[in-house]
């Protein structure tokens, strides 16, 4: 029957790995292997065993990681490559993060702002170096005649000062108040009893924060039959 055939296929396959892995303590051999690279189709080796001849080892011969066997019960392999160097990590890539439409405009003022500062606190130290011996002129300015000793040189020291003294233009209060208003409608959809599913007990679950206010640009959705 079936069963019984199923059984002495089972007997059998269990007989020759037994034999196969008590052989493995006196195999002798060597192993040559291309250098690590990405593609996952190539591979070009060989393989020599003790007394025996020169064997090519090709793309057939190269299991990758997460790979499963079809039609084999087992098979004896050799690791060749390691942590960094297997192919499925060269390949892998970092997940981009997800970065709303508004934070990317924010994003891009936020380093025209700062531009604008560094290019004010420039001009202003021009003017500050090019008018000092004018104003030290001045008593109620400089009552010694002698300008601040600071510890940079003046025309460093003196742009990072009027850097500071612009740093009021930089709304540092804006990502605060997105964060926040982001939160507070994460907070609203997920208790939403239009969006509760009854039948599995599921409410909706906002899983990105700053992702909330998108919603409003979705026209299409495409999913598979899974989702």
Same mark, same amino acid.
Request: charged share 15%.
């Given at each position: ?10 007997a059998?396959?269990a007989?020759?790995?037994q034999?196969?892995m008590?052989g493995l ?6 192993l040559?292997a291309?250098?690590p690279?990405?593609?996952i189709h190539? !591979?070009t =080796? ?10 090519? $080892?090709g %793309?057939?011969? *190269?299991?990758?990681r997460g790979?499963?066997?079809r ?8 690791v ?24 990317r405009?924010?994003?891009a ?15 202003s ?5 090019v008018?000092?011996?004018e ?8 009552p ?10 003046? !025309?460093? =020291? ?9 740093s009021n $233009?930089? %709304?540092?209060? *804006?990502?605060f ?10 907070y ?8 509760y599913?009854?039948?599995?007990d ?17 026209n ?8």
């Open positions: 029957t079936c069963v019984e055939h199923a059984l002495v296929s089972a059998c396959e007989s020759l790995l034999q196969a008590s303590g006196g195999l002798r051999g060597t040559r291309e250098a690279k990405k593609s190539n !591979f =080796g060989s393989i020599q065993l003790e007394g025996g001849n020169d064997e090519a $080892l %793309p057939k011969n *190269l299991l990758l790979t499963m066997l039609n084999t019960a087992w098979v004896i392999g050799l060749v490559y390691t942590g960094s160097q297997t192919r499925m990590v060269m390949n892998s890539r970092r997940a981009k993060p997800k970065m709303a439409n508004l934070e405009v924010v994003n003022s936020m380093l025209i702002v700062i531009g604008a500062q560094c290019l004010l606190a420039l001009v130290d021009i003017l500050y170096c008018t000092l011996d104003y030290l002129g001045y008593w109620y300015l400089f010694d005649g002698v300008p601040t000793q600071i510890i940079l040189p003046q !025309f460093i =020291g003196y742009w990072l000062s009027f850097f500071v003294l612009y $233009l930089m %709304p540092i209060s *804006l990502y108040t997105m964060e926040f208003c982001n939160g507070f409608q994460a609203f959809i997920k208790h939403d009893l239009e969006m599913d009854e039948e599995q599921c409410p909706a679950n906002s899983r990105s924060t700053n992702l909330c206010h998108e919603l409003g640009q979705v299409y959705i495409f999913s598979d039959k899974t989702g």
